[in-house]
């Protein structure tokens, strides 16, 4: 089976600071990976997905995140942060049943302060 | 209209009522799914269809029915409702990607924001 763990469930950055969200993820294949973003009273949106290409995966409004095997890791990452940043995110890995259900992290919710 | 549409975006109602949430999606992936997403818990994952057939039901209430009559459409009806069921509902669409742990991932509808009083 698989799973993820996103190691903080709030950070708080300031604008026009980097940011750094963390995932930890286990499976016991090769999996695909996700970065989704939902702001309040929305539905969830995909930033980024890994698919076993490059290891680091560029996606929408300047976030990026790099697939580490061997850490077992998938962080998202932004060079500046902007107030419309603001939201939370999911980490999401994919399974290997008929559906490749996939399995969300708990969420960590950004904050960018002005 | 493309993407993953749901209706209505907001909805009211009594414990005793029956009503029904719609989904519809215009990109055509063969999977769609119901979750329900509650304040301050994880994502819960409530149906999976493939194909228009149920592959899980994640030990969901029976007063949570859900209709699939095909591959563009999913239904959940819903009847005598508790309070502690009101949350944001999301439906979901993909195509099942021919490797196993291959994904390309979910498209979302925008949600139904339920509140049972």
């Known amino acids: 089976a698989q799973s993820v763990t996103q190691l903080d469930s709030h950070v708080s950055v300031s604008e026009g600071t980097p940011v750094l969200l963390r995932c930890n993820y286990s499976s016991s294949y090769s999996p695909s990976l996700f970065w989704y973003v939902q702001h309040p009273n929305k539905g969830l949106q995909l930033l980024l997905k890994?698919?076993?290409?490059?290891?680091l995966v560029k996606g929408i409004n300047g976030f990026e995140a790099e697939f580490k095997k061997s850490e077992t890791s998938f962080h998202l990452t932004k060079p500046s942060a902007h107030m419309s940043d603001a939201a939370e995110y999911f980490c999401v890995v994919s399974g290997s049943g008929s559906a490749r259900q996939l399995t969300f992290g708990s969420g960590t919710q950004l904050t960018v302060l002005p | 209209e493309t993407g993953v549409t749901q209706t209505p975006r907001h909805l009211v109602m009594g414990m005793t009522n029956k009503k029904s949430l719609k989904c519809e999606q215009h990109l055509g992936h063969n999977a769609m799914y119901w979750y329900k997403q509650s304040a301050k818990k994880p994502l819960e994952l409530m149906f999976v269809y493939n194909f228009k057939e149920q592959t899980e039901n994640n030990s969901v209430p029976s007063r949570f029915s859900p209709e699939c009559p095909n591959s563009s459409h999913l239904f959940l009806h819903l009847h005598t409702l508790q309070p502690e069921d009101s949350a944001l509902y999301l439906c979901a669409s993909s195509q099942t990607a021919p490797i196993p742990g291959l994904s390309y991932g979910y498209t979302f509808g925008s949600g139904t924001r339920l509140t049972v009083v």
């Open positions: 890994y698919t076993s290409a490059a290891t």
